[in-house]
C-alpha cells in the first residue's frame, strides 16, 4: 500500500504537478568523508552531510522538520533569508604547501547572507540574524555590525538557485578574531539528524579534531532546484568540516595513517536516516607512480572525477553496502606508503596568494598582496576583495598594481571609502594576471588614533584585519564534461562550475595583525590627577594670597635654630643674636 | 591696631566667600553635571497600581420563557439587581464579584426558539438573538415542564454565552431559588473566586494555594508550540506521523479560537536518538518496561537538551513530545504513585509540556525487515496532547452539580464561555504582572540611583499606568474584551520598560571609582577653606570668651 502511494507520489512529481502537496514533503540525508593526502605530507579529512528538502520554507504558519533542524528552519522562515554560509575557521590553509582547498575558509569567523528581496530591513534583519546565529553556534558573532559588515557587489554571487543578484540583499563579514573551539562543535553537531551518534559522525571527536594543524566548521544553506526541471525549489543545508591532520606527529615519523590513528574511533555503520554514506580516499598518486601506496582494507570501488582542473582517483567504501561489514564489525580505512617518501614534488597550485603589512613606525604603513598564476600559458581574471578597518586609513591614491614589473590596470574598481566608528573600507578589483607571473598590489594607510574606550583589553596584540578574498575562474588542466550534480560526491558540487574548461576557486589570504598606537591606559587617570594638581596648586596660592592678613611680626625670641646659635654663641663667650 | 584688625577682617570675609561660592555655586554645578537622568515617573500611579481592588462586573441577563414564573411572583420581578461578593487575598489585593442580573420576558423569536425540539438547535437559534459582548451571560429559564431538557438536566449550558434552566414550581420564593440557581451557573461560567486565586497566586501565600495553581503557563502574548517525535531507535524503527494533518484538523481550530488571548506559533520536529534520562524498570509478571512516576521528573532534563529552544522568539515554548521508546525497551508503560498503569501512558508537567509514550507492536523478529515502519495514529495521540493543552492553558473543567449538562465544545475544542472564563483570568493576571513589574521598577529606581529613565522609557511607563487603569475601569463596567485588550498593552509596555537595556547604561559606576576621580580635585580645594572656616569659629569663639574676661 505504501509502495503504490509512493508510486503515486512519483508519479505526480513527474507530471510537475505543482498542487503537489499530497504526501509529506521529503527529505534526504547524505553524508561522506573525503581523506586526501596533502602533497606536504599532512592528511585532510573533510566531512560532509547534506540534509535535502523538498519543502518551501518561506511560507506563513505550521512548519515541520523532520531531518532539517528546526533552529536554522525557524531562522530562514522568519529573517526571509535566501542564502546562508557560515564558517568558522581555527588556523590557515596553507594553499601553497597543501593546495587548493575542495572548501576555504578564513582564520576566524565568516558570515555572509543573501537575503529576499521581499526584505525591507536588510541591515536589521542582518544584525538580528547573527545575534540569533551567535546564540546557536555558541560565537562571538554578536561582534558583527556596521563596522565590519560589507556589500560586496562582485566577489560573493549567490551559490544557489537565485534570480535576484541585486547585492543590496548581500551582507557580508569577517570576524578574524574569533577563536574556535568545542563548544561551538557541540552545537555544530547537535543539528546533525544522527548527533554524535551513529554514521560519520563518530569520528567527531572534539579532543582529536582540535589536536590538529587547521580545523574549519562551516553551514551553508541554499535554495536548489528540486529536479532537472527547475520548477520548484528545494532547501539544501550543508554542514562541512575540514580537519588537517599532521601525519609526521601522529604516526611517529611515519606518513602512513589510519582512521583510528587520526580520530581514536572506527566507522561501525551508516547514519540510519543517511540515503547515501561513504568514504573516499584520494589515491591519484598511487595511479600515477604506480603502486606508491597501499589502502586497506580493499575498496570495493574505485571513483574518477575531475576535480578542480586535475583528474582524481578515489577508491570509495559505501557504509550502506552490506558487504563492507562482513569481514569485521568495524571499518578502519588505513593507508600505507610502500616506499618512504623523501622527494615530494610539490606541485603549487595554480592560484595562491599571500599578504603582508611592511613599513615601520606607528604612523604609516603599507598593505601589500601577492597574487601568484603558475599556469604556464593560460592568464585568467580574479576578484580580489579587501576589507579594511577603518581605523587603518587607506591611501586610494597608492594603490599600486604590477604585474612582472608593469602597471596592471584592473578593468573593474570598486572603492566605498570608510566611515570612521561607521563602516569599513571596501575595495574590489577585477585584475587580470597573466601567465606565469605575480602581481603585487599594494596600498598605504595611515593608522587612527582610536578613543580609549574603543581599545581591545590586549590592544597590545594588534589588530585583526580580515583576509582578502580571491575569487576566480582557473582554467583546468582537463576538459572536464557537465554531470548530473545529484550523482556526483558532495565534494565536487558546492560551487558551480560554469563550463568544462575552468573550474572556480576562492581562496583567502592570511588575516593580518596590525599594531595601532597605544596609548598609557592609566592616562585618563593621570590627567585627572594632573589637571587636579595643577588647579589645586593655582587655586591654593590664590586663595593663601587673599585670604591671609599680613601684618608686621615683633621681633621675638626667635625660633629653635636662633636659640641653638645663642646657647652656642653663650658657651664660646660671643653676644647672642 | 586697628589696620591689623581691618586686615584681619578682610582675610575672614574673603575665606567667608571663598566657601560660599565653593557651596552656592562649585556643589550645584558638579551635582547637576554628574547626575543621571532621569525623566519623571509616575509613582503616584505605581503605588495606587500597587494596592489592586479588583472589581469584576458580569452583566447577566435572566430571560424567562412564557410559564417559567407564576403571575404573583412576575408582578414582583425586579427589573434589575445587582450582588455583590467581596474576597481578600491578602492586604493589598482584594476581588470584589459584582453580578449585574437584568431581568426581563422572552421576547417571541426567543419563545419560538425555546420552543424548539431540542436544546442544541434552540443554543443555536438563540445565539444571533444575544447581545454580542464577551463575558456578558444570559440565563433562560423555562418551565418546569418543558420537555426542552432531556430527564434528570436541570441546567444546560450552551457552546456560546448562554444557558438554559429549569425553573422551579412550587409555595416557596421560586425567584430566591431561581436567582441562587442563576448565580451558580454564572460562577460556572465565568470565574470563581478559587479561579482569581490562581491567577493572582504570585500575590497570595503559597499555603493558600492548592497543587494545581501552578499548572497553567503564565499569561503572555505569544506562545510556541512544540510538537517532537523522538525517535531513540532509528535502526529498528522508522517512524511517521502526519503531524500537519493533525495539527490543521485538531490543534489549529482551537488555537485560532484563542487567537484574542495570545499569538501562537506552531511547529514539530523529529528528533533522532534522543533517549529518556531514565532507564525504564522490566516487570517480569507483564514482559514489559515501567517507567515509576518517581522517576519522571529526571526524564525532561536530558531530552530538553536536544529540543532546542525557539531560535526567533522569546515566547514561553510548550512542549509536547511523541516517545517511541526502543526496540529492547517496549512495550514502555508508564505508572502511577499506586503503581498502577497510566491509561494513556502520557504524563505532563507543569508550565512546560506534555510528554506520551507511543508504544509498537513489534512482530517477530524475522518476518519483518529492519528498520520496521511505523504510522503513528495521531487521533490517539492528537486527544492525549490537547487535553494537556486545555490543561496548561488553564482551561480545566470546573465541578458541577449532576444535574448540568455541558454542550461539547465541538470541532473548536473550545466553547465561548470557557474563552471568558480565560480572559477573566488572564485579564486580572495581566494587571497583577503589570503592577508588580511597575511596582519593582519604582523601588529599583529608589535603591540604586545610578539607573537612568530616558524619556521613551518613561513614556511606556506612563501608558502601563494609563493601560492598567483603563482595564480596571473596564472590568468594573463589565467590558472584558476591551478589559483584556488593555491590560495586554499595559503588560506590553511595562515589559519594555522594565527591560530595556538603556536603564543599565551608567550601573557599572560605583561610588568608590567617583571618588577616587574625584579626591584629588576635592581634597585641595576643601582642606584650605574648612581649616579656614575652623579658624574663624575659634576666634568667634574667644571673641565671644574675651570680653568676659576683661571685665
Not at chain 2, 575665606?15 to 552656592?24: Q, R, Y
Not at chain 2, 486580572?428 to 508588580?436: L, P, Y
Not at chain 2, 576643601?526 to 579658624?535: E, G, H, M, R, T
Amino acid at each position: 500500500m505504501a509502495g503504490a502511494g509512493a508510486a503515486v507520489l512519483g508519479l505526480l512529481l513527474l507530471l510537475g504537478s505543482p498542487g503537489g502537496s499530497t504526501g509529506p514533503p521529503r527529505d534526504s540525508l547524505r553524508e561522506e568523508l573525503l581523506l586526501s593526502p596533502l602533497p606536504s605530507g599532512d592528511l585532510a579529512a573533510t566531512f560532509q552531510f547534506r540534509a535535502r528538502w523538498d519543502s518551501e520554507l518561506h511560507r506563513e504558519g505550521v512548519s515541520h522538520y523532520r531531518l532539517f533542524p528546526k533552529a536554522l528552519g525557524q531562522l530562514i522562515s522568519k529573517y526571509l533569508v535566501r542564502e546562508l554560509h557560515l564558517s568558522l575557521t581555527q588556523g590557515f590553509w596553507r594553499t601553497r604547501t597543501w593546495g587548493q582547498p575542495y572548501l576555504q575558509a578564513p582564520a576566524g569567523a565568516e558570515l555572509w547572507v543573501w537575503f529576499q528581496d521581499s526584505v525591507t530591513d536588510v541591515d536589521k534583519a542582518w544584525k538580528e540574524l547573527s545575534n540569533i546565529l551567535s546564540g546557536i553556534f555558541c560565537a562571538s558573532l554578536n561582534f558583527i555590525d556596521s563596522t565590519n559588515t560589507v556589500t560586496p557587489t562582485a566577489s560573493f554571487k549567490p551559490l544557489g538557485l537565485a534570480n535576484v543578484t541585486d547585492h543590496h540583499l548581500l551582507r557580508y563579514a569577517v570576524l578574524p578574531r574569533e577563536v574556535v573551539c568545542t563548544e561551538n562543535l557541540t552545537p555544530w553537531k547537535k543539528l546533525l539528524p544522527c548527533g554524535s551518534k551513529a554514521g560519520l559522525a563518530v569520528l567527531l571527536k572534539a579532543e582529536r579534531l582540535f589536536h590538529s594543524s587547521y580545523h574549519s566548521q562551516a553551514v551553508h544553506i541554499r535554495p536548489i532546484c528540486r529536479d532537472a526541471s527547475c520548477l520548484s525549489v528545494s532547501w539544501e543545508l550543508r554542514q562541512t568540516l575540514t580537519v588537517v591532520f599532521d601525519t609526521f606527529s601522529v604516526g611517529q615519523g611515519k606518513r602512513d595513517w589510519s582512521l583510528f590513528k587520526m580520530f581514536s574511533r572506527t566507522v561501525t555503520e551508516a547514519c540510519p536516516l543517511a540515503s547515501e554514506s561513504k568514504i573516499y580516499v584520494d589515491i591519484s598518486s598511487k595511479t600515477q607512480e604506480n603502486e606508491l601506496l597501499e589502502v586497506t582494507p580493499l575498496p570495493l570501488s574505485v571513483h574518477e572525477a575531475p576535480v578542480q582542473g586535475d583528474r582524481r582517483t578515489y577508491a570509495v567504501y559505501d557504509l550502506l553496502s552490506p558487504s563492507l561489514f562482513n569481514v569485521s564489525r568495524s571499518l578502519n580505512v588505513q593507508l600505507k606508503w610502500k616506499r618512504p617518501q623523501d622527494s615530494l614534488d610539490l606541485s603549487t597550485p595554480v592560484l595562491h596568494a599571500q599578504r603582508y603589512v611592511s613599513g615601520y613606525g606607528l604612523q604609516t604603513g603599507e598593505i601589500s598582496t601577492l597574487i601568484y598564476n603558475t599556469h604556464p600559458y593560460r592568464a585568467f581574471p580574479v576578484i580580489l576583495l579587501e576589507t579594511v578597518p577603518w581605523y587603518l586609513r587607506l591611501y586610494v591614491h597608492t594603490l599600486v598594481i604590477t604585474t612582472k614589473g608593469k602597471e596592471n590596470k584592473p578593468s573593474y574598481i570598486h572603492y566605498q571609502p570608510a566611515q570612521d566608528r561607521r563602516r569599513p573600507h571596501l575595495l574590489e578589483m577585477l585584475i587580470q594576471l597573466p601567465a606565469n607571473s605575480v602581481t603585487k598590489i599594494t596600498i598605504q594607510f595611515e593608522r587612527a588614533l582610536l578613543k580609549w574606550t574603543e581599545y581591545t583589553p590586549d590592544p597590545n596584540h594588534g589588530f585583526y584585519v580580515s583576509p582578502s578574498v580571491l575569487s576566480a575562474l582557473v582554467p583546468s588542466v582537463i576538459a572536464m564534461k557537465a554531470e548530473d550534480a545529484e550523482q556526483n560526491p558532495l565534494f565536487t558540487s558546492l560551487f558551480p562550475s560554469s563550463d568544462g574548461s575552468s573550474y572556480f576557486v576562492r581562496l583567502y589570504t592570511e588575516p593580518l595583525l596590525v599594531n595601532l598606537p597605544t596609548p598609557d591606559f592609566s592616562m585618563p587617570y593621570n590627567v585627572i590627577c594632573l589637571t587636579c594638581t595643577v588647579v589645586a596648586v593655582c587655586y591654593g596660592s590664590f586663595y593663601n594670597l587673599l585670604t591671609r592678613t599680613f601684618h608686621v611680626e615683633e621681633p621675638s625670641r626667635g625660633g629653635l635654630a636662633k636659640r641653638l646659635a645663642n646657647i652656642i654663641r653663650k658657651v664660646r663667650g660671643v653676644p647672642p643674636l | 591696631m586697628a589696620a591689623d584688625a581691618a586686615e584681619k577682617a578682610r582675610g575672614k570675609r574673603a575665606a567667608l566667600s571663598f566657601a560660599a561660592v565653593a557651596l552656592v555655586l562649585g556643589l550645584p554645578l558638579w551635582w547637576k553635571t554628574t547626575e543621571t537622568y532621569r525623566a519623571s515617573l509616575p509613582y503616584t500611579g505605581i503605588s495606587a497600581l500597587g494596592s489592586l481592588r479588583f472589581q469584576l462586573t458580569v452583566p447577566v441577563a435572566v430571560v424567562f420563557a412564557k410559564g417559567a414564573l407564576p403571575g404573583a411572583q412576575w408582578r414582583r420581578l425586579p427589573f434589575a439587581d445587582t450582588q455583590e461578593e467581596e474576597s481578600l487575598l491578602n492586604p493589598k489585593t482584594s476581588v470584589t464579584a459584582r453580578y449585574e442580573t437584568t431581568y426581563r420576558g422572552a421576547t417571541a423569536t426567543e419563545q419560538a426558539a425555546l420552543a424548539m425540539a431540542t436544546v442544541q438547535e434552540a443554543d443555536a437559534a438563540l445565539l444571533p438573538l444575544q447581545e454580542d459582548l464577551v463575558g456578558a451571560l444570559t440565563v433562560y429559564v423555562i418551565p418546569e415542564t418543558s420537555l426542552l431538557l432531556p430527564q434528570g438536566v436541570g441546567v444546560y449550558v450552551g457552546k456560546h454565552r448562554s444557558a438554559v434552566m429549569r425553573g422551579t414550581q412550587g409555595p416557596g420564593d421560586v425567584l430566591a431559588a431561581i436567582s441562587a440557581r442563576v448565580q451558580q451557573i454564572v460562577q460556572a461560567m465565568s470565574f470563581t473566586t478559587d479561579s482569581i486565586t490562581t491567577a493572582l497566586s504570585d500575590r497570595v501565600p503559597m499555603d493558600q494555594l492548592g497543587t494545581d495553581t501552578r499548572r497553567p503557563f503564565k499569561s503572555s502574548l505569544g506562545y510556541e508550540i512544540t510538537f517532537s517525535l523522538l525517535n531513540p531507535d532509528p535502526k529498528s524503527h522508522d517512524v511517521h506521523w502526519d503531524i500537519e494533518a493533525a495539527v490543521n484538523s485538531y490543534v489549529q481550530p482551537f488555537l485560532d479560537k484563542l487567537g484574542s488571548v495570545a499569538n501562537f506559533s506552531v511547529d514539530s520536529q523529529i528528533l533522532y536518538y534522543a533517549v529518556l534520562g531514565v532507564s525504564p524498570r522490566f516487570d517480569k509478571a507483564s514482559s514489559s518496561f515501567i517507567l515509576s512516576a518517581l522517576s519522571l521528573p529526571h526524564v525532561i532534563n536530558p531530552v530538553e537538551a536536544r529540543l532546542g529552544s525557539s531560535a526567533t522568539s522569546l515566547y514561553p515554548v510548550l512542549n509536547f513530545l511523541l516517545y517511541v521508546p526502543e526496540r529492547v525497551h517496549s512495550p514502555l508503560y508508564i505508572q502511577d504513585k499506586d503503581g498502577a498503569a497510566v491509561g494513556t501512558n502520557a504524563f505532563h508537567s507543569p508550565r512546560w509540556g506534555g510528554i506520551m509514550v507511543y508504544n509498537i507492536d513489534h512482530p517477530a523478529p524475522d518476518k519483518a525487515p529492519l528498520p520496521l515502519r511505523v504510522d503513528v495514529d495521531m487521533v490517539r495521540v492528537m486527544e492525549v496532547f490537547l487535553a494537556q493543552l486545555r490543561l496548561l492553558f488553564g482551561i480545566s473543567q470546573v465541578p458541577l452539580p449532576e444535574e448540568f449538562l455541558l454542550e461539547s465544545p465541538g470541532n473548536k475544542g473550545l466553547s465561548d464561555w470557557e474563552l471568558d472564563r480565560l480572559l477573566w483570568t488572564r485579564t486580572v493576571e495581566n494587571i497583577a504582572t503589570v503592577s508588580t513589574t511597575l511596582t519593582s521598577l519604582a523601588q529599583l529606581l529608589d535603591k540604586i540611583g545610578n539607573i537612568v529613565i530616558k524619556d521613551d522609557v518613561a513614556s511606556e511607563v506612563y501608558h502601563a499606568v494609563a493601560s492598567a487603569q483603563t482595564a480596571m475601569l473596564e472590568l468594573a463596567s463589565g467590558h472584558l474584551g476591551s478589559a483584556f485588550q488593555a491590560s495586554k498593552e499595559a503588560v506590553t509596555s511595562s515589559e519594555r520598560a522594565f527591560f530595556d537595556p538603556s536603564l543599565l547604561h551608567l550601573l557599572y559606576f560605583p561610588d568608590d571609582q567617583k571618588f577616587a576621580i574625584y579626591i584629588p580635585l576635592f581634597l585641595p580645594m576643601a582642606v584650605p577653606i574648612l581649616l579656614s572656616l575652623v579658624k574663624i569659629l575659634r576666634e568667634a569663639k574667644q571673641s565671644k570668651k574675651e570680653p568676659m574676661k576683661t571685665d
